[in-house]
């Protein structure tokens, strides 16, 4: 290899490497800053082929997708100064690679240091706004879109960084707290309980007074009936006794003496004291006198 040929390929050689060192590229999910010792000379570059000056620039990246930070729960406490344990999530993006380097240079680990601040300070002024039910249920997706437009002006100013959305996964009250509401919420059930044990009692006596003043009257109603039909019964006996025995009287003397008779002497044990001329024994001294 001659001398000629060996300087051509050291030549195409400083090329390659002066444009590996000149060219950049940045990839659709990224977005990069130019820097000139330390210094910010281009800024939001977007994805595609770039150039820069060899040792003089520096290329910086950062991930241009959507960030999520979730925090650890807080306490904070509403307008009736009663806490609340609040765990909630932010996403977040960056805005401005200009500002976002200046306020972190480039460290996401500072960026969330610097934003969690901010994020517990807005949720602690918005919650201690509001009372427990428009926090928990009300107003909590007010309080959200409020927070989310509020802290978005601030990191966007300061910090260069979009604020997307603000949720909350879960609000709890401090454990300190629980034990005693669930107590009261006990004791409040088993009251409720009692009043509803109480008011049934109170219904089923009703029923069962009502039952049994019904039961009385069909009761006296029905004796009263059975005994006008009774009374009817022994009146149109009584009338047809009469009637038949009204046409031989002494017949009717002589057959009521007979079952006289037959009851009073079917017992052979019983004791009867009468005198021996008394009337109940007349048709028996008639009988021996014939």
Do not use: C
Not at 24 to 35: D, K, N
Not at 202 to 219: F, M, N, P, S, Y
């Amino acid at each position: 290899m001659g001398n000629r040929t060996f300087a051509v390929l050291i030549a195409l050689g400083l090329v390659v490497l002066v444009g590996w060192n000149t060219l950049f590229t940045v990839s659709e999910r990224e977005r990069a800053i130019l820097l000139q010792f330390g210094e910010i000379v281009r800024a939001d570059i977007g994805p595609g082929l770039h150039w820069k000056v060899p040792i003089l620039n520096e290329v910086r990246r950062f991930d241009a997708r959507v960030q999520t930070l979730d925090t650890s729960p807080q306490r904070y406490l509403t307008l009736e100064k009663k806490a609340v344990m609040v765990d909630s999530f932010v996403k977040w993006r960056i805005r401005s690679v200009r500002d976002y380097y200046t306020a972190t240079s480039g460290d996401e680990f500072m960026a969330t240091r610097l934003l969690m601040p901010r994020v517990d300070e807005g949720l602690r002024n918005q919650v201690g706004r509001r009372s427990m039910h428009e926090v928990v249920s009300g107003e909590r997706d007010q309080l959200m879109t409020v927070l989310t437009r509020s802290l978005n002006e601030i990191t966007q100013r300061e910090l260069g960084i979009e604020i997307l959305d603000i949720r909350v996964k879960r609000i709890d009250l401090p454990t300190e707290v629980s034990q005693a509401v669930f107590d009261r919420m006990t004791s409040e059930r088993e009251r409720e309980a009692r009043e509803h044990r109480s008011k049934g009692r109170e219904l089923a006596e009703g029923i069962q007074a009502d039952a049994d003043r019904q039961r009385r009257v069909i009761l006296a109603n029905a004796f009263r009936e059975s005994e006008q039909i009774r009374g009817e019964g022994d009146a149109i006996a009584a009338a047809t006794y009469a009637a038949a025995y009204s046409k031989d009287p002494e017949f009717y003397r002589f057959h009521r003496s007979l079952q006289a008779y037959r009851e009073v002497f079917s017992n052979k044990g019983d004791l009867l004291v009468l005198e021996p001329d008394s009337e109940f024994f007349d048709y028996l001294n008639k009988a021996q006198g014939r």
